[in-house]
């Protein structure tokens, strides 16, 4: 089973794999442009998933990030809205 951690990690490289295979399609379709928007849109969403939902439930089993975990409420109204705005991008 995956940690919490790593599917993040495996998300972006996959994505970030997905792009650059499709930044070599010589066609410029539309299809691919597309497909380039999704990636980069699903990367951001990832990325703030990380502080959103991983983070947070790190300090109460294992004591790790307690400073974040303290700071985590006044972050919350800093956060949510770009990791809306950029899973609104994405086709879920």
């Not at 972006?12 to 990636?39: E, H, K, M, P």
Request: charged fraction near 10%.
């Amino acid at each position: 089973m995956l940690s919490t951690t790593a599917r993040p990690m495996l998300g972006v490289i996959g994505n970030t794999i997905s792009f650059i295979v499709l930044l070599r399609d010589r066609g410029r379709s539309a299809t691919s442009f597309l497909l380039q928007a999704l990636a980069v849109a699903d990367t951001l969403v990832l990325l703030t998933a990380v502080p959103l939902y991983v983070a947070p439930s790190v300090h109460p089993f294992t004591g790790l990030l307690a400073g974040y975990y303290a700071t985590y409420l006044s972050l919350t109204p800093i956060l949510w809205p770009i990791y809306l705005m950029e899973y609104t991008f994405t086709t879920r």
